[in-house]
């Protein structure tokens, strides 16, 4: 117990130390980075020729952007409301069914989110943040890519035209997705370097299988003062 107490003053001491902005001030931080996610227990079945094949679901980079606005609560804890547009889904791996070249294929989500999360400084500059992430779709698409071949007797193989093909699936996944972000940050000279994980909560689709949306971000800003 007397350790217990002994760490919480520690760690409210550099807590303390930790001073940022002064009390009561806002800023405004707009943002811009990348997404790298993927959906959990995702997959595609192919069954082709007596060839059968599973693929799991992979990670895919996309676009992550918005702003923020953070209110410094006190010397060492800032709270922060945005607006974001992340691009989540995922991808599969390449394959050849015997003829059959599939390739290039993903899903695509698109969602709006409202990241609302308290900044704690641990040190100037570097903060570890948390809180809550309400996201909603508004658009999904399933794209892949076709190409067929024959074989003669050489061996050599002839390709016809590679084939597109993009459908709209925001019907097979749910409206609203709700998510906590853990993750760090760090500033110097107003520049804002930001990466955090969102932890899904909800399952991104409709019917079938529970599958969640697992979005890491990485970032960078300008934090303007008000």
Same mark, same amino acid.
């Given at each position: 117990?007397?350790?217990?107490?002994?760490?919480?003053?520690?760690?409210?001491?550099?807590?303390?130390?930790?001073?940022?902005?002064?009390?009561?001030?806002?800023?405004?931080?707009?943002?811009?980075?990348?997404?790298?996610?993927?959906?959990?227990?995702?997959?595609?079945?192919?069954?082709?020729?007596?060839?059968?094949?599973?693929?799991?679901?992979?990670?895919?980079?996309?676009?992550?952007?918005?702003?923020?606005?953070?209110?410094?609560? &006190?010397? !060492? +804890?800032?709270?922060?409301? %945005? /607006? @974001? =547009?992340?691009?989540?889904?995922?991808?599969?791996?390449?394959?050849?069914?015997?003829?059959?070249?599939?390739?290039?294929?993903?899903?695509?989500?698109?969602?709006?989110?409202?990241?609302?999360?308290?900044?704690?400084?641990?040190?100037?500059?570097?903060?570890?943040?948390?809180?809550?992430?309400?996201?909603?779709?508004?658009?999904?698409?399933?794209?892949?890519?076709?190409?067929?071949?024959?074989?003669?007797?050489?061996?050599?193989?002839?390709?016809?035209?590679?084939?597109?093909?993009?459908?709209?699936?925001?019907?097979?996944?749910? &409206?609203? !997705? +709700?998510?906590?972000?853990? %993750? /760090? @940050? =760090?500033?110097?000279?107003?520049?804002?370097?930001?990466?955090?994980?969102?932890?899904?909560?909800?399952?991104?689709?409709?019917?079938?299988?529970?599958?969640?949306?697992?979005?890491?971000?990485?970032?960078?800003?300008?934090?303007?003062?008000?």
């Amino acid at each position: 117990m007397k350790r217990i107490a002994i760490f919480l003053l520690l760690a409210t001491a550099v807590i303390g130390a930790a001073a940022q902005e002064p009390w009561g001030t806002w800023s405004v931080i707009p943002h811009v980075g990348v997404s790298i996610s993927s959906l959990s227990n995702d997959g595609i079945y192919y069954h082709n020729a007596g060839d059968e094949m599973e693929l799991s679901a992979r990670y895919r980079t996309g676009f992550a952007g918005g702003v923020d606005v953070m209110y410094q609560a &006190s010397d !060492a +804890l800032g709270l922060s409301a %945005g /607006v @974001s =547009y992340v691009q989540g889904g995922c991808k599969y791996k390449d394959i050849d069914l015997k003829g059959d070249i599939i390739h290039d294929q993903y899903k695509r989500l698109d969602y709006v989110v409202v990241p609302l999360l308290a900044h704690v400084y641990l040190a100037p500059g570097f903060s570890v943040n948390f809180g809550a992430e309400p996201g909603f779709l508004v658009k999904a698409k399933a794209h892949s890519e076709y190409q067929f071949y024959d074989v003669d007797e050489d061996g050599n193989r002839t390709y016809t035209p590679n084939i597109e093909m993009d459908d709209d699936v925001k019907g097979g996944f749910r &409206s609203f !997705a +709700l998510s906590i972000p853990l %993750g /760090v @940050s =760090y500033e110097y000279e107003h520049v804002v370097l930001d990466a955090r994980y969102q932890i899904g909560l909800t399952n991104a689709q409709k019917h079938g299988i529970t599958s969640r949306n697992k979005i890491f971000e990485v970032s960078v800003g300008y934090k303007f003062s008000l």
